[in-house]
């Protein structure tokens, strides 16, 4: 029987918070609040898509 669940993902690279920062040029601290804390506004919802669109694949 197959498990159609998807793979679990491998964690990203060392820096990638930096990296993100940079891209939505934000702090390293906007960065981590929407993705750990769920912080909602403008630069919170670049940041997650980004995230999803670098790392998550989709």
Do not use: W
Not at 15 to 38: M, P
């Amino acid at each position: 029987m197959k498990d159609d669940t998807s793979k679990p993902s491998s964690p990203p690279p060392h820096g990638y918070i930096s990296e993100l920062a940079a891209l939505c040029k934000c702090n390293r601290k906007t960065v981590t609040r929407a993705l750990f804390k769920g912080q909602q506004g403008r630069k919170s919802d670049e940041v997650r898509y980004l995230f999803k669109k670098m790392f998550v694949g989709e």
